[in-house]
T-cell receptor, first 114, second 112 residues
Framework: DAGVTQSPTHLIKTRGQQVTLRCSPK?????VSWYQQALGQGPQFIFQ???????QRGNFPDRFSGHQFPNYSSELNVNALLLGDSALYLC?????????????FGNGTRLTVT | DQQVKQNSPSLSVQEGRISILNCDYT??????FLWYKKYPAEGPTFLIS?????DKNEDGRFTVFLNKSAKHLSLHIVPSQPGDSAVYFC???????????FGTGTRLLVSP
């Protein structure tokens, strides 16, 4: 049973560029959340997608956007990259907006902005 | 404003002894608290949770205690094993298990 898978594993981008990160949820899960983990910090909530709509959003600028596809997979897009966007981006999945369903995390995408 | 705080960046314990990891929070609206464990190059893994209506939850070697008046929770691991060596994150939410607010983590090292 495949868990949450994320691609790519690592990515290097230049300031001002745009990036797309991808996530496939755990089998049976339909809700995807994205978190940003800066070095030495805990993960910080970006947003949650359920039924192809953004349901909740954390304190992140509009440069961060996402999408969920009918097969429940998801993309995170970041425009106009800043050096401060360098971080580990974690995707997590759960079922039915999962109020009582713990998040299952992928191994993350390490983004470096130079 | 750090709503969830883990003030100990690291903890070293001998195998077989008890590990106690602490977490403080400031938002009284949090109604669920969770602990996640993270190994290098892997995503966080859910360990145990507690609802704000309880003061203790136990799962095998892991017990979480919640003191609402002090806005403090702790994770006890008994007995500690070398495989428990990892970074432990405390997390809280006021939307069930979603939209988690994480602490900065405590690195636990269990030596043989």
């Amino acid at each position: 049973d495949a868990g949450v898978t994320q691609s790519p594993t690592h990515l290097i981008k230049t300031r001002g560029q745009q990036v797309t990160l991808r996530c496939s949820p755990k089998s049976g899960h339909d809700t995807v959340s994205w978190y940003q983990q800066a070095l030495g910090q805990g993960p910080q909530f970006i947003f949650q997608y359920y039924e192809e709509e953004e349901r909740q959003r954390g304190n992140f600028p509009d440069r961060f956007s996402g999408h969920q596809f009918p097969n429940y997979s998801s993309e995170l897009n970041v425009n106009a990259l800043l050096l401060g966007d360098s971080a580990l981006y974690l995707c997590a999945s759960s079922s039915g907006q999962g109020e009582n369903s713990p998040l299952h995390f992928g191994n993350g995408t390490r983004l470096t902005v130079t | 404003d750090q709503q969830v705080k883990q003030n100990s960046p690291s903890l070293s314990v001998q195998e077989g002894r008890i590990s106690i990891l602490n977490c403080d929070y400031t938002n009284s609206m949090f109604d669920y608290f969770l602990w996640y464990k993270k190994y290098p190059a892997e995503g966080p893994t859910f360990l145990i949770s507690i609802s704000s209506i309880k003061d203790k939850n136990e799962d095998g070697r892991f017990t979480v205690f919640l003191n609402k008046s002090a806005k403090h929770l702790s994770l006890h691991i008994v007995p500690s094993q070398p495989g428990d060596s990892a970074v432990y994150f405390c997390a809280a939410s006021n939307t069930g298990f979603q939209k988690l607010v994480f602490g900065t983590g405590t690195r636990l090292l269990v030596s043989p």
